[in-house]
């Protein structure tokens, strides 16, 4: 049986395409599976999967505690949006602590880039990435990629547009990953104040005006401004962003084909989307809700089987 | 004290016997005899190494230690330990302890816990009370007690105007006064160096050109005002231009590069070992180039260890939070040999003394003996069996060094390893 050539989720670039593959694989399995009218198999019924969340987060961990209970895994909640250090204690004893209670495996959020990393070298247990500064969020990159396969058929060759604020940005970093890893074509869009100055060497194409983008892509990832990591104003106001960067209808509609419109949430509706183009046929953003259930199921499966072993 | 070298090769351009190897026979602390053999009738310790070389004693111009206030981190004692079994003979102390040096009594302090040691402590004193960048420092005051320049370690001065007065008022009494090259707005909360890996990394990058604006800032305020800059440890290969065109400027500047600037890129953070998270951070390949030019054509003046010990409590945390800092003085001969000739180290390891104002002694009988002495070609991986220091935060564990330092004979004192 093949398994994941990491023990640990702590960012796309630690990933091959064979462990995507894979994990699109067990996704769709567990897709159907959550789509039965008993939505749970017991496959992990030993074990025990701690949620570490030192940053605040709804859906991620509603997603990740959702695919959890769904695969019969014991669960415990953490969170803090102090991080440890503040309290006193350190990182790898706060984890050493709630590991001392038999758990298995980690989940965690944290607001330093590379916190997974340094997690995974210290403490003895399977470790995965739900979000690391403005690092990786290697479970958002594997749905969104997910998202595209099923609407498109493929990710190779196509065209994705991430628009936004890539600067602090984990989800974006994580998706130029995924997507080059599966070929597919990346370009960013958005202020150039809001742009990684050397991100043109990671092999993505950089582009400034919105319609351009669009008219280029095949999908478009619409990412939400991070006022709160921003500890200055790198545009002057919501509304010329909007002006700028914003999706509407009229803008949707007067392109030369149809692209598919995702966003990782939460929205600001009226901001980097209208409603209307939410709402529309085009976004499959609600799918991308359902299929994170689905793909987190796979990533936990998928490791915990290497922890069985 | 009273010794014997035996066949020393004798590295010091400054000797008449320099490149050759001799027997060196040191009474009282002063150099008697240089001869190719010379008998013991008097029966001196005698010192015989393998491959035995030695030069003038090596001096840094930019080491912390940590006492008072951080000696969890480094005493002074273990420091100047470490600085001899390292070959060093003399080391510029940071002011950068808690409480921070900025007053003569603090000097005082500094020098009286160095007094009869092996190694010759110069403190540097803050150049702000406090270091806090608002107010002078009494320079004066602690330039009579033994101060040998002015720096807020790490600190920028921010304001230009206090910068610009800095200068003309320690110019006064010929004071040396530090100004780290960083502009701290530009440099934001960055923690390594802005390129291709800090965006790989997800961690907010220094740019290059947070440096080269403070030191193109200090620069033209120096030939305002007048009177002497040093700018310790650049990292750009623009800093190297733009210094090296204050210098046919004739302004009285120098600079120094931390020796692990001239080794790694940032390349090598990719694990997020906090080990490489030093300040200046790592840059790039073409930095190096530049920098190691700048430092055989003599526009960069000296090298440094930049000497900075962290105790496990802050480098063994996310990387965000980790302090800037690497020792240094264990490894500095072995790794400047890798990229210099032998000649060139040397010259590297000793000419900042007199931009500090420190007496050097060459080789030759009548001089008092300040003598480091190694072996310059011995290979050997660097690992925590070679640090000496209380912290063990090492940038070069795991490398392959090439060249041992022996010890010192200093100040009438021989501190050798076995």
């Known amino acids: 049986m093949s398994e994941l050539s990491v023990n640990h989720l702590l960012g796309i670039k630690y990933l091959n395409k064979q462990d995507i593959q894979l994990i699109f694989e067990t996704a769709d399995h567990f897709k159907e599976v959550i789509n039965r009218p008993i939505k749970k ?9 701690a949620n570490l969340f030192f940053e605040n987060s709804t859906r991620t961990k509603l997603s990740f505690e959702l695919a959890e209970k769904r695969l019969s895994a014991d669960v415990i909640n953490f969170s803090s949006a102090q991080s440890s250090v503040k309290k006193g204690e350190t990182l790898i004893d706060t984890v050493n602590n709630i590991l001392s209670m038999k758990v298995d495996m980690v989940v965690m959020r944290h607001p330093n880039p590379g916190a ?3 997690l995974s070298k210290h403490v003895n247990a399977s470790i995965i990435n739900a979000g690391d500064g403005a690092h990786e969020h290697p479970t958002q990159a594997l749905l969104d990629s997910y998202s595209i396969r ?3 058929g493929d990710v190779k060759g196509k065209k994705v547009v991430i628009v936004g604020d890539i600067l602090h940005s984990r989800v974006a970093l994580s998706n130029v990953f995924a997507l080059q890893l599966q070929g597919a074509e990346v370009m960013v869009c958005g202020p150039k104040t809001l742009i990684p100055k050397y991100i043109n060497k990671l092999g993505v194409k950089v582009e400034t005006n919105l319609r351009k983008a669009l008219n280029w892509c095949d999908v478009a990832n619409m990412l939400r401004v991070q006022n709160e990591r921003m500890e200055i104003s790198y545009f002057p106001s919501t509304r010329e962003y909007t002006q700028q960067f914003g999706v509407n209808k009229d803008l949707l509609d007067s392109l030369d084909k149809e692209i598919t419109i995702m966003h990782p949430g939460p929205i600001n509706r009226g901001v980097e989307i209208t409603s209307d183009v939410a709402d529309s046929k085009q976004s499959i953003i609600l799918d991308q809700v359902q299929n994170g259930v689905a793909v987190r199921m796979a990533v936990i499966y998928l490791l915990a089987s290497k922890i069985k072993q | 004290m009273n010794i014997l070298i035996k066949s020393a090769t004798i590295i010091d351009s400054k000797s008449e016997f320099h490149n050759t190897t001799q027997d060196i026979l ?9 001869s190719s053999s010379i008998k013991n009738p008097k029966n001196y310790k005698e010192v015989k190494r393998d491959n035995l070389h030695i030069s003038q004693g090596w001096f840094d111009s930019s080491v912390s230690f940590g006492e008072p206030g951080y000696e969890e981190r480094e005493t002074i004692k273990n420091g100047l330990k470490t600085a001899a079994y390292s070959g060093y003979t003399a080391v510029a102390v940071n002011a950068n302890t808690n ?11 500094l020098n009286s816990k160095a007094s009869n040691n092996a190694v010759s402590l110069f403190p540097i004193g803050a150049l702000t009370v406090g270091s806090k960048g608002e107010d002078l420092a009494e320079l004066f005051d602690m330039n009579t007690a033994g101060a040998v320049a002015f720096y807020d370690y ?3 001065i921010s304001n230009p105007n206090l910068m610009k007065i800095a200068l003309q008022y320690a110019s006064n009494f010929d004071g040396l006064v530090c100004s780290f090259p960083q502009e701290n707005k530009i440099s934001g909360n960055g923690v390594m160096n802005e390129n291709i890996t800090s965006t790989k990394l997800g961690l907010k990058g220094i740019p290059a050109l947070a440096e080269e604006l403070q030191v193109a800032r200090d620069l033209f305020l120096l030939e305002y005002t007048g009177g002497k800059l040093h700018i310790p440890t650049i990292s750009t290969a623009t800093s190297v231009t733009l210094i090296k065109e204050a210098k046919k400027k004739k302004l009285d500047v120098t600079c120094s ?4 600037n001239l080794y790694f890129t940032d390349d090598v953070l990719t694990d997020f070992n906090t080990n490489f998270k030093v300040l200046p951070p790592l840059r790039t390949q073409t930095d190096i180039e530049a920098l190691i030019e700048g430092v055989k054509d003599g526009t960069i003046d000296m090298v440094t260890t930049d000497h900075n010990p962290i105790d496990i409590e802050d480098k063994k945390i996310e990387f965000d939070h980790a302090s800037y800092g690497t020792i240094g003085l264990e490894s500095a001969l072995g790794a400047l040999q890798n990229l210099f000739t032998i000649k060139k180290t040397i010259e590297v390891l ?7 104002g420190i007496e050097s002694s060459s080789i030759a009988v009548g001089n008092r003996a300040d003598i480091s002495l190694f072996d310059p070609d011995s290979k050997y991986t660097f690992s925590k069996a070679d640090i000496v220091s209380r912290s063990k935060n090492a940038i070069f564990e795991n490398e392959t060094l090439k060249g041992k330092a022996y010890g010192i004979i200093a100040n009438n004192k021989a501190v050798l390893n076995s």
């Open chain 2, 26 to 34: 040191i009474e009282n602390g002063v150099i008697t005899k240089i």
């Open chain 1, 41 to 49: 198999v017991p496959s992990l019924r030993d074990i025990t999967i």
């Open chain 2, 257 to 260: 590069v931390a020796i692990h």
């Open chain 1, 150 to 152: 099923e609407k498109l």
């Open chain 2, 99 to 109: 409480p921070v040096i900025d007053s003569n009594s603090d000097i005082t302090f």
């Open chain 2, 350 to 356: 000793t000419k900042g003394k007199t931009r500090f």
């Open chain 2, 154 to 156: 790490k600190k920028p």
């Open chain 1, 116 to 118: 997974g990393v340094f």
